[in-house]
């Protein structure tokens, strides 16, 4: 038979009030729940009290509402009735309730609630808007076994209730347990009927109905969701196959921890469906637990139905003793000497411990750089600690004085009912430095990481994390070979154990063209496809196993060219004129399709490629035709390859003077023959001369020079001479000038002047018609018999009009 006594009192900055409820009715425990309780009926039974919940819910919300409306007077009359508000725990003092064995985890709750244990301070009245109110509530339950024996059995451990969300823990708490609750008489009464035959009752007269109804809100809803969350898990456990650890209806998968005020109440059992148990066994850090008798550093092990065994922690002995802090197996359904037996871990703790501390977000794909991952610390068990993580002396978080229940660090709370928290640092990896915020430290290979949980009155939990990373670059970085789009490089590579694969990096000038990854430590080689033709590229390799490490020296390699070079070349004479035949020779890399991928544009209209050879593997001859036409107008030629939808191209011009010679001439030598002259402005390599007679082209000269005589002509004739200039092309046509070849006319007025001793000037008249005549004869003969004929001959420029002219002859004998 057991008994239980409950007390409550409040407290706040000023100190404890008095206890308020006392009780003492007989319980009967609980029946426990099979392995497969997820029945039908059961989730019937579930459904029945979550309704009733949502009705105590729907009843406290309006009374909430008439209460807050209400405040100011209910405050004013309650400050008449203080005297009613002084309850004095009576019936607990034949007891003897005092705080007999405190745990260290509600040791900060008992400070915080005595301070100042002035009861005189205390407000007359409850209220969620007075900021006086007792913020604290401690509830404790005691235990008596026939009568003999008192225990603490701690319910909700002392539990702390922030102001805001719940001012009372009251009988409220246990009359939704039991889902019977009064709330319209001033007196609360409960009972929980069990198998050993208790039944509990409370009563207390000075709790008004409004205090009832704002604890039932608060309590309701915590207890809605936990049975909502617990009928989903129980129905999920445990497993049809297979070890298991079951704690609380959940189950735990292997290599779980467990506080060590968890498992004082509630067993954690490892159980094997399908199994006969033959021995089993339960070994911790100090050795194997006992079953059905005696502890271990306080844990004990019982036998359960079927083939499962649980350890629990006897609170008549208080907690975990240090030896059996750690790790703990389970064997089923032999021991677990026996090779062939099942095994599963589970980690009970006093104090707060390290759940995991672990790398999160590590980079798969290397290529993105710099690279950002998460280092995520979790705290389990106690809710003061403090807590840092560091990489060799840097720390780059540190949190101190951290309290879950009323001054949390800056954690993401996980699990609330075992204080799990989650703590999380962002780092920033770039090859060199590892940083977090403002914080940053150099680093040369593996990243050792370090999360220390720090417990006030225990052992501080150490965990180590390290990061795998490269402490040396690639070597011999080298050009392999190259076309025109693709560059093949190789590199030293490193052993297994110092990498995972290689990341190859190209940049040209400061902008990243491409970041490749080389799966595969003893890949050394890539070929880098889709650069572009002639650019420079800066190329650097990186090793990487969880993180890239430094980075190799660099090499400049240039892309081989799409088109390598344009020329052209004369096919025929240039005296062809119109006629003359030039070749535009494309050299173009091998990558293209040179029927499809290069044109010609020729003074910008498009030509096709019609005509191409291959020269060697790596370079296409590509060949257009062009002809100069008109004449006198400089050609421009330009080679287009296009690969990767971008255009290359080259291009050549041929050039054709700006204008025609000037001043063109022609002075008759003789009956065949005649010369031609005339003056150029432009720039020239040459000139053309055609001349013909009688509509028919008698022939196509050049020269270098700015003269030229024709001859063996045709006497008697009419030509037609056009001279032209050329740089790679002839210029336009230049002025035509029209000879007639005939014996000349005689000369008129042939007379003599100036006669001297030694000298005579003779004096004659050319007619026009004879204005092609450009040398004359005078022949003279002296009256000496002994001295012969002289003639001499005399130049004179063309003319177009009669002209008189005058030679004077010298040297005369007198």
Known sequence: MSYFIFGVRAYTVNGYGEWTVIANETLKLP??????????????????????????????????????????????????????????????????????????????????????????????????????????????????????????????????????????????????????????????????????????????????????????????????????TVNKVISQCPPSSGIYLQYDGH?????????????????????????????????????????????????????????????????????????????????????????????????????????????????????????????????????????????????????????????????????????????????????????????????????????????????????????????????????????????????????????????????????????????????????LNGLRGDTTYSITVRAYQQLLGPASSTISVQALPVINSINWTLVSSITQLNNTQYRIDCLTTTDINPSTDVYWLVNEVMKSNSMYTSIDVLTYNNTLLVYPDPLGVSVNVTCIAMIGGVNYSQFVILHAPIGPPNNVRGFILNATSIKVNWTNSSETNGYVIEYTTGGVTRNVVSTSEDDIVLAYLSPLSAYIISVYSYIDLPSVNSTVTVLRFDVPSPVTSLSVSNVSTTGITVNWTIPSSDNYVTYYTISYTPSCPQLSSVNETVSVAPHQSPTIYSYTLIGLYS
Request: glycine fraction near 6%; charged fraction near 15%.
């Open 251 to 527: 189950c735990y998968s292997n290599g779980s921890y467990f506080w060590d005020s968890n498992i004082r109440w509630t067993l954690l059992e490892c159980g094997l469906p399908g199994a006969t148990l033959n021995g089993g066994q339960w070994i911790g850090p100090n050795g194997v637990v006992p079953c059905d008798g005696g502890n271990n550093s306080n844990v004990q092990c019982t036998t359960e139905s079927g083939t499962s065994l649980s350890v629990f922690i006897n609170p008549v002995n208080g907690y975990l003793e240090a030896p059996g802090d750690g790790w703990y197996k389970c064997c089923l359904p032999t021991d677990c000497s026996d090779p062939s037996t099942n095994i599963i871990f589970a980690n009970i703790f006093s104090f707060a411990q390290i759940e995991s501390f672990t790398v999160a977000d590590l980079p798969s794909d290397m290529t993105v750089y710099p690279q950002e991952y998460k280092l995520n610390c979790i705290k389990i068990g106690h809710v003061r600690y403090a807590i840092s993580m560091s990489i060799g002396s840097t720390a780059l978080a540190n949190y101190t004085g951290c309290y879950d229940y009323g001054n949390p660090c800056p954690g993401t709370v996980l699990v609330s009912g075992t204080n799990i928290v989650r703590y999380t640092v962002d780092i920033t990896w770039d090859g060199m430095t590892v940083s977090s915020e403002s914080i940053s430290q150099s680093i040369t290979g593996n990243q050792m990481y370090q999360c220390v949980v720090d417990n006030q009155s225990g052992a501080d939990r150490t965990r180590n994390l390290s990061i795998k990373v490269p402490a040396t670059a690639p070597t011999s970085l080298t050009e392999v070979s190259k076309t025109a789009t693709t560059i093949t490089v190789s590199w030293t590579a490193l052993y297994s154990s110092d990498a995972d694969g290689y990341v190859v990096n190209v940049t040209s000038d400061t902008d990243t063209v491409q970041t490749v990854q080389v799966e595969g430590s003893s890949n050394n080689t890539i070929t």
């Open 31 to 228: 029946l426990q729940l099979s392995s497969n309780c997820a029945t039908s009926d059961s989730v019937i039974a579930l459904s029945v009290l979550v309704g009733i919940l949502c009705g105590l819910l729907t009843v406290s919300v309006v009374v909430h509402i008439y209460c807050f409306i209400r405040k100011k007077s209910l405050y004013t009359y309650n400050k008449q009735t203080k005297a009613y508000d002084d309850i004095a725990m009576q019936v607990c003092e034949p007891y003897e309730i005092h705080k007999t064995k405190q745990s260290e985890e509600n040791e900060g709750v008992y400070d915080e609630c005595q301070t100042s244990p002035d009861d005189s301070n205390l407000s007359s009245q409850w209220t969620p808007w007075d900021p006086t109110i007792p913020s604290c509530m401690i509830i404790k339950v005691f235990l008596f076994q026939n009568g003999t024996n008192n225990i603490v059995l701690d319910f909700a451990e002392s539990i702390k209730f922030s102001r805001e969300f719940l001012n009372v823990i009251t009988c409220p708490l246990f009359m939704i347990i039991t889902g019977v609750c009064l709330l319209a008489l001033p007196v609360c009464i409960i009972q929980v009927p069990t198998t050993n035959g208790l039944t509990l009752m409370t009563t207390s007269s000075n709790i008004s109905h409004y205090q009832y109804l704002q604890m039932a809100m608060s309590v309701s809803l915590v207890i809605l969701l936990f049975l909502f």
